[in-house]
């Protein structure tokens, strides 16, 4: 059984739950998004908050966090993009009828889904939708991407394909693949009996995996359209997907995560011990880390499914994680941002030696600064 985590340092400046955080590709900061209506950027040199990004009218339902810029969507109808020295909004994108669920941030393309039942895609510097891409009859969640470059070019794909493609995932019932060059919907996922909660994409096989409340897991070639495997052996819906070295791993409201062979959708684990369903999923260096409902993250050995480590603090349930160098952060729904030390997960047990000295708990935020 694996022993217990202490808090390097806890912020808990936000006001209302976070709902999401995200990690900067070169690793210098976290962005998390909040009830509270309000995003923060923190450095993960020191755990420190260094900017309060305000403007937005209602809450935060997910961040996206680039070197240069951060990128926040709300239940205001609106996603905002920052300027992360300053904490400036450099932008509103402005368009949606309802909830903004999920952005997604590639190659100064920003695409969006909403509860308005679209998905959209924006250009990021100049702030213009560019196209829409209605056809779900219901709510949109979940969004992937996948770049020209990644696909095949037989001639037959190559022009509708030219400008990537987008795979969202609906309440419906459905995923659609859809044409970003021409907005048209290329492919309809269809086989789930219940709302598509979570979506991950294998750019190199052309193939995503999707989990939905109807407890499968579900593989599909987006070029064809064609269903390629069903995994079913969940019993509650499938709310958290990763996808690491052709393995998926399925987090669950059973109260286990299972890892699965994507090639083939055989079962070769099953990582339980969640006394709540599991919210979070996040691999790292042979570690496979868990957020959940029942307030605690745990640690995993992804190869042998033995517990190492399990960290409690948090008084309501997990909604993301993030892991830098040897640290792990988890968000939650009690406003809390957390860091834990993840050092000697590998087997060994944890260094005497502590991290707080560099991470203390002193919380402060840099001066709000105005919306634009």
């Known amino acids: 059984m694996g022993g217990g985590g202490s808090a390097l340092r806890v912020c808990a400046d936000h006001r209302g739950g976070i709902n999401w955080l995200s990690l900067s ?9 909040s009830e509270d209506g309000t995003a923060r950027l923190w450095s993960t040199a020191d ?24 990128f926040t969507c709300s239940a205001d109808c609106t996603i905002r993009r920052w300027d992360v020295l300053t904490g400036q909004c450099l932008q509103v994108y402005r368009g949606h009828t309802s909830i903004v669920n999920r952005i997604l941030v590639v190659n100064n ?14 250009s990021v510097d100049e702030g213009q939708m560019c196209r829409e891409f209605r056809g779900h009859r219901n709510c949109v969640l979940t969004l992937a991407y996948s770049a020209p470059w990644d696909l095949p070019g037989a001639p037959c794909v190559e022009e509708a394909v030219a400008g990537g493609l987008l795979v969202t995932g609906s309440t419906d019932g459905t995923a659609k693949v859809w044409q ?9 996922l269809r086989g789930h009996t219940g709302a598509v909660l ?11 995996f999707t989990g939905s409340t ?30 690491v070295n052709r393995l998926v791993y399925s987090g669950s409201a059973d109260r286990t995560v299972k890892c699965w062979l994507a090639d083939t959708g055989e079962r070769v684990r099953t990582f339980t011990a969640h006394r709540r369903s599991v ?26 499914g033995e517990l190492r480590r399990v960290f409690r603090g948090h008084a309501f349930i997990i909604n993301c994680l993030q892991v830098h160098g040897q640290v792990l952060y988890t968000a939650s729904h ?17 260094p005497t030696r502590s991290l707080s000295r560099l991470f203390s708990n002193k919380v402060g935020c840099a001066a709000p600064l105005q919306p634009a």
């Open 25 to 33: 590709p070169d690793g210098q900061r976290l962005l998390t998004g």
């Open 109 to 122: 393309q920003l695409f969006s889904s909403s509860y308005d039942r679209t998905a959209r895609v924006w």
């Open 279 to 304: 919210s979070a999923l996040k691999y790292h260096a042979g570690t496979l880390f868990t957020g959940s409902g029942d307030a605690c993250a745990r640690a995993f050995d992804a190869q042998s």
């Open 180 to 188: 970003v060059a021409s907005g048209c919907c290329h492919q309809t």
């Open 334 to 350: 009690d406003g809390a941002l957390r860091l834990w030390d993840v050092r000697g997960l590998r087997g060994a047990p944890p």
């Open 214 to 243: 109807d407890t499968t897991v579900r593989a599909w070639d987006i070029l064809s359209g064609e269903q390629l495997r069903v995994f079913r052996e969940h019993q509650g819906s499938v709310i958290c997907l990763e996808l």
């Open 47 to 70: 755990g420190q908050c260094c900017a309060l990004l305000q403007g937005h009218e209602s809450y935060v339902t997910f961040c996206q966090l680039e070197d240069e810029a951060a």
């Open 198 to 208: 979570c979506l991950v994409l294998d750019t190199p096989s052309h193939t995503a």
